[in-house]
Every structure is written in C-alpha cells, then in structure tokens.
C-alpha cells in the first residue's frame, strides 16, 4: 500500500490531468455506444485509450487517427482480396500478415500506418468481413477519435496550469549552463536535445539527452520562415 501511495504521489500534474480525461473520454463513449446501434462501444474506448496512453499533444492525436484509419482501410483491402481468392479458409490468414509485414517494410510506411493496427484489423475483417462489421468499425473510430481529441482539450483547473510556472533567471542559466557542459562533454557536432526536470526547490534534473534535433525545430523552421 505504501508503494502504491509512493507511486500516486510521484504523479505528475500532466498525468494526473490525462487520467481525467481519458476516465471522461471512455464513460462519453459507453454513454453513445450504449445508445447506438451503429457504434462498437468496445472499439471506441479502445480507440480512446490508445490516443491517451501514447499521445500528449492534440496534434499528436490527429495524426495517430490518420494513420489508424489508413491502417484499417489497408487491412480491409488485403483481407478481402485473400479472403476472395482463398474462400476465407482461415489459413489464408497467414498470407494477409505476410503481405501486411512485406508491403510495410517493403515501401517503408513506419509513420504513415500502424503496423499493430493493421494486424488487429485485419483478424477482425477477414474473420467476419460483413458490411455491417465494417461499418461499424469505421464508425466507432471515427467516434472514438472525436471525442479523445475533443476531451484532450478540456480545462482541468489547477490540475492543468495551476501548479506550472515560468522558469526564472537562475533556473534558466542553470539550463543553459548543463546544456554547454553536456554538449562540449559529449563532443556532439550538429543538433542535440535534452529534456529538464525543475522541482518545487528550483533544482534542475536532467532527465534525457537524445544526439539528434527535436521535433521543436521544423515548427521554428516554420514559425520563422
């Protein structure tokens, strides 16, 4: 019990925030799923839970809905096409994974599609490819994406912004001066990020340095032309 008090205390006040919202986000998408008979309330709070667990920012959100919905239209057309051909022997599963996996690879669609969406996808089209199945799921994610990205923006009081204030003058040399040492220490050459922790005393932690440029830069490439 002590462990688990520890572990709640140490949440941080985005976490905190995000578990709000998502407990939001799932009783909306059982209260329509509930009241719909074109809604899979499953696959709607499942799609929530997704958008929350692995993305922070709405933008982020956005774009995972793009490419799970391209990844269930891609397996649609896969499972149909082998489920023709194969008269929907169940062996023929087989076959739409592998073409799933070497077309992926194959024409490099990491980031375009999801591979784990793909394949829970597919299972699901070619074990019961039905209009109705397919309407319905399309449907939910659609439903399930709204209502995360609608909720991800949703003002939590001081969960949110009443805890959070800007860095000071000895916070951000602080910063500055960690990040010089780090990048003369390391010898990096080029673009580096590195991602800081302050506390309620004004101690700055390091906690990630990554040899490469942040996704900061292309919207300041963009911001300053």
């Known amino acids: 019990m002590d462990n688990l008090s520890k572990y709640f205390e140490d949440l ?56 799970r919905i391209l990844s269930n239209l891609y397996a649609l057309v896969v499972s149909i096409i082998i489920g023709f051909i194969f008269k929907w022997n169940m062996y023929a599963l087989a076959i739409v994974f592998f073409l799933i996996m070497i077309v992926y690879y194959k024409f490099n669609l990491d980031g375009k599609i999801s591979l784990l969406s793909t394949g829970a996808a597919a299972i699901i089209f070619y074990a019961g490819a039905t209009p109705n199945t397919i309407v319905h799921r399309f449907i939910a994610l659609a439903v399930g994406f709204t209502i995360a990205i609608l909720t991800n923006e949703i003002y939590i009081g001081n969960l949110v912004q009443g805890k ?13 001066e960690y990040t010089k040492k780090l990048g003369l220490g390391i010898g990096i050459i080029g673009l580096f990020n590195i991602q800081f922790i302050v506390d309620e005393k004004e101690d700055v932690y390091i906690i990630e340095v990554n040899p490469r440029s942040s996704r900061t830069v292309p919207f300041l490439s963009k911001a300053t032309g």
């Open 12 to 67: 941080s006040i985005r976490s905190e925030a995000r578990a709000i919202k998502v407990s939001i986000a799932t009783l909306i998408s059982v209260f329509i799923g509930n009241h719909s008979k074109y809604i899979d309330t499953t696959t709607t709070c499942l799609t929530v839970y997704l958008v929350y667990a692995m993305f922070f920012t709405v933008s982020g959100s956005r774009n995972y809905a793009k490419q």
């Open 164 to 176: 959070q204030t800007t860095p000071n003058h000895k916070v951000k040399k602080t910063i500055l």
